[in-house]
T-cell receptor
């Protein structure tokens, strides 16, 4: 049981480049989430998917898009990266009791 | 709107001293609260939640609806408790996290 996996672990982008962060879970959870973690700001929800086929904006969705590819996978896309998107990105999944299981994170730097 | 406040960015205590990490929340409904912990270079993991009323690694937290607080406590800090601690409030199908408190336990 791998739990929640994320790829890549590290990424450096130039301003304006695009990329997709991948997330997969093997716990058969219905809900999946993308957060960003910044010093002094805690974790902020970017987008979430309460169930397969649905996605909703979180607190900081601007500059991001998501795709819930199937029940297992939930990807986060940066269409045109900006330095303000330099952050650590965490994916999480949960079932109905809302205990969220987190991935190891992706450290993204935009120069 | 819901909000979670953790007033301390850093809490430094000596080994063996009591620990209290503060968490206050703002929510009009019936709150469901959690504490998550992130050890150095590890992923976040659930420490405890108020509905289960468990004690995990010696930590406890009591929901005080009158003071809208969910402070995390441990009577005797250990070195391995050094980590980042996040309080979180569940609403609908998502969590709202506080900004986190770094606990530093020194000898």
């Amino acid at each position: 049981n791998a739990g929640v996996t994320q790829t890549p672990k590290f990424q450096v982008l130039k301003t304006g480049q695009s990329m997709t962060l991948q997330c997969a879970q093997d716990m058969n959870h219905n809900s999946m989430y993308w957060y960003r973690q910044d010093p002094g700001m805690g974790l902020r929800l970017i987008y979430y998917s309460a169930s397969e086929g649905t996605t909703d904006k979180g607190e900081v969705p601007n500059g991001y898009n998501v795709s819930r590819l199937n029940k297992r996978e939930f990807s986060l896309r940066l269409e045109s990266a900006a330095p303000s998107q330099t952050s650590v990105y965490f994916c999480a999944s949960s079932e109905i009791q809302l205990e969220q299981y987190f991935g190891p994170g992706t450290r993204l730097t935009v120069t | 709107a819901q909000r979670v406040t953790q007033p301390e960015k850093l809490l430094s205590v000596f080994k063996g001293a009591p620990v209290e990490l503060k968490c206050n929340y703002s929510y009009s409904g019936s709150p469901e609260l959690f504490w998550y912990v992130q050890y150095s270079r590890q992923r976040l993991q659930l420490l405890l939640r108020h509905i289960s009323r468990e004690s995990i690694k010696g930590f406890t937290a009591d929901l005080n609806k009158g003071e809208t607080s969910f402070h995390l406590k441990k009577p005797f800090a250990q070195e391995e408790d050094s980590a980042m601690y996040y309080c979180a409030l569940a609403t609908a199908s998502k969590l709202t996290f506080g900004t986190g408190t770094r606990l530093q336990v020194t000898l």
